[in-house]
């Protein structure tokens, strides 16, 4: 794994704690352990967003989103947090702000739902930059999720959208 530093091992029968240190990243000095201590819900959360890191996918959308100066949260990171919510079940924005409260002791505090809904409307302004990634690919949505109709517009309008050279 580039970037990080592997502290070590420790194991025994039925339980272990692989230590991993990043050098910079919002994981610094996390730990993984299975003493039953601490424990946070939806822990989940944590494979779900290196798995976005490790892919370059938020480096990648953060060059979608405008700069902004201080207080002026990381768009990128805020749609990262949005979609693992939705794979963690949520069904609103404001469900997925009051699941960021679960996870503030892994990522830091979260998003408002005023903030997530200004990140999305920021997306429906930047259509072409992201129509390459949606190309030849199928969206299935449960039809009762409030969200499915308007995902369904927005999924069909990027596809028909002339390919990026």
């Given amino acids: 794994m580039r970037g ?4 070590g091992s420790i194991g025994s029968r039925n339980q272990g704690t692989f230590l991993v240190s990043e050098r910079t990243g919002w994981d610094r000095g996390l730990s993984v352990r299975a003493d039953g201590k601490g424990l ?4 989940g959360v944590v494979l779900l967003r290196r798995l976005a890191d490790r892919s370059g996918l938020t480096q990648a959308l953060t060059g979608v ?3 902004g100066g201080v207080g002026w949260r990381d768009r990128a990171v805020v749609l990262v947090h949005l979609a693992i919510s939705i794979a963690l079940g949520t069904r609103s924005v404001l469900e997925a702000e009051h699941l960021a409260l679960h996870q503030v002791r892994l990522t830091g505090p979260g998003a408002s739902d005023s903030t997530v809904h200004r990140t999305l409307e920021t997306l429906d302004h930047q259509p072409g930059r992201l129509a ?3 190309r ?3 969206l299935r949505l449960d039809p009762t ?9 927005a999924w069909t309008r990027i596809c028909d959208l002339a390919a990026v050279t």
């Fill in 4 to 7: 990080c530093d592997c502290r």
């Fill in 40 to 43: 946070v819900g939806h822990a």
């Fill in 65 to 67: 989103f405008p700069q």
């Fill in 132 to 134: 390459h990634h949606a």
């Fill in 136 to 138: 030849r690919r199928y």
């Fill in 145 to 153: 999720w409030p969200w499915t109709s308007a995902f369904t517009l």
